[in-house]
C-alpha cells in the first residue's frame, strides 16, 4: 500500500510511516498518525525513540541459561544465589516471566521459550528451545519443572509437549492451577474453567 | 510508572519500552509487546525505524507557505504551476490534506493549520498560524478559501473563527458541505446530519 504525501515529503516522512507499520498492531492510519505527532510535538521523543532502539537492537541479547532477555551473558535472575535452583519455571514470554515476578511468590529460576508451539505456524520443539530445556533440567540441580505456558490451546500444547519431553528424567513437572480468576463472578466465567476449578478444589 | 525486567534487561529494553510509550495510542502493554516483537523477530525492522525516526526528524521541517510537512523550504504542492493558485484549501493535519488530496477533485494550493482552536487546551490563533494563513491570503491571488476542518466542536470553532477573520478581505469563504455520506442508510445516520443534508438539499 503506497502512503502518498502531497507537498513532497513522501521520502523521509514516507520512509518514517512505513517503518511505523512494522510495529505490531500498528496500521498505516495508526502508524500516519505517530508519524505526524511525533514530527508536530515530540521531535526530543522520536530522537529519544530512534537512540533506545539503536541501543536495543545491539545489547539486548538472550541469556544463556533461561533464554530470557538480557545485556550480559547471563541475566542477573540466573545468577542471582538466592533464587531456588530447585525449581524452575517454564513460560513463553519475558512478559509472562514479568507477571510471575510481580507476584513476588516464586523464588526459583526461569526458562523462558520464547514462543509456543504451534504446528500450523511451523514453530516445532527446536523452535521453542525444548531441547535446550531438556538438557538445563538433566544438568541436575532442578527438582521441579512449573510449566506456566499460557491457557490457551497453544500453551497447553507447548505444556503437554514440555511433561512428555520430561518423563523420563525423573524430575516432578507441575501446571499452574486452574480456577476462578479472584474478583470474579461466577456467573460469567466460562464453563470449562468452572470444571477445572471444581475438579481441582481445595 | 516503572517497568521491572527480571534477567537484568532493564536498561537497554527498559528504557526502548519507555521510549515507545511516548507514541500516541500505546500504552505500556503494548510498548512491552512491541519492543519484545522487535527484539525477538525483526531486529532488522527496528534498525530501519530508528534510521527512519532520524532522518524524518532531520530532514522534515514546515513548508514556508502551506506549513505542511516537506523538506524543502516550499513543498512540491505550492511549486507546482499546475495547481490553481486562486483555491486554497484549509486543513487542520497533513493527514486531512492528504484525504482531500487522495479525492482527485482539488487542483487548488492548501494551507495547513497543524492544528485546531482548542482554548481548553490553551491552543489560540497564534498556535494554527492564523495570522500567517490571514498574510497568506492578504498577499493576494487567492480568491476563494475553502475551510475544510473538521465536522467536531474543535473544527467547526475553527472554520469559525477563519470565516470571521477574513471576513474584511473580500475574499469568498466556503465550508466543506455536511450531508448525507454514501454508502450510508437514512436510519443509522445521525439527526443533525440529516437536518444538513434537508437545509442544503440541491
New interface residues.
Partial sequence: MSV??????A???G??I???R????VGVK?A?????????H??D?????????????H??RH?ER?H?????PV?????DPLRDARQLCVVE???D??AV??TGSYKGL?FVL?GRLSPLDGIGVHDIGLPALLQRVTEGGVQEVIVATNFTAEGEVTAHAISQALQRSGVKVTRLARGVPIGSELEYVDLGTIAHALSDRR
Avoid: N
Avoid at 32 to 40: K, P, S, T, W
Avoid at 75 to 79: A, E, M
Fill in positions: 502518498a504525501h502531497p507537498g513532497g515529503s521520502d523521509a516522512l520512509r518514517l512505513e517503518a511505523l512494522l510495529l505490531p498492531g495508526s500516519q498518525r505517530m508519524a505526524y505527532h511525533l514530527l508536530q515530540e521531535r521523543a522520536a530522537l529519544r525513540l530512534a537512540q533506545a532502539l539503536d541501543d536495543a537492537v545489547q539486548v541469556c533461561c530470557t532477555f538480557t545485556e550480559q541475566c542477573s535472575t540466573c545468577l514470554t519475558p512478559a516471566q514479568a515476578e510481580r526461569y520464547m
